[in-house]
Nanobody, 122 residues
Framework: QVQLVESGGGLVQAGGSLRLSCAAS????????MAWFRQAPGKEREFVAAIRWSGSSTYYADSVKGRFTISRDNDKNTVYLQMNSLKPEDTAVYYCAATGGSYLRTYEYDTWGQGTQVTVSS
């Protein structure tokens, strides 16, 4: 089992960029599919992006495709979310998550970080 700690959130103007990081503890990080989810006030948590254990494949929600990039460094036990061209509707708490199953099955993520707030002002 891994433990996850997110960082990098903050306040940014529309059109700006942020990079989120998720540091994982544990020696088996490289075996896990990793993903980012987000939850806006009054809304359900939604999938944002996922990456295969090896980093060779990625998957994005349509709402962020072309603007966000997920990546990982297995030597540093860290996964990243580079967010460009941010919009006010991207405002949410962003959560890092891990799965021992397929990175594509978004319903199987069962290990979660505490979240980091991203606020995009118009």
């Amino acid at each position: 089992q891994v433990q996850l700690v997110e960082s990098g959130g903050g306040l940014v103007q529309a059109g700006g960029s942020l990079r989120l990081s998720c540091a994982a503890s544990g020696r088996t990080f490289s075996r896990y599919g990793m993903a980012w989810f987000r939850q806006a006030p009054g809304k359900e948590r939604e999938f944002v992006a996922a990456i295969r254990w090896s980093g060779s494949s990625t998957y994005y929600a349509d709402s962020v495709k072309g603007r966000f990039t997920i990546s990982r460094d297995n030597d540093k036990n860290t996964v990243y979310l580079q967010m460009n061209s941010l919009k006010p509707e991207d405002t949410a708490v962003y959560y890092c998550a891990a799965t021992g199953g397929s990175y594509l099955r978004t319903y199987e993520y069962d290990t979660w970080g505490q979240g980091t707030q991203v606020t995009v002002s118009s």
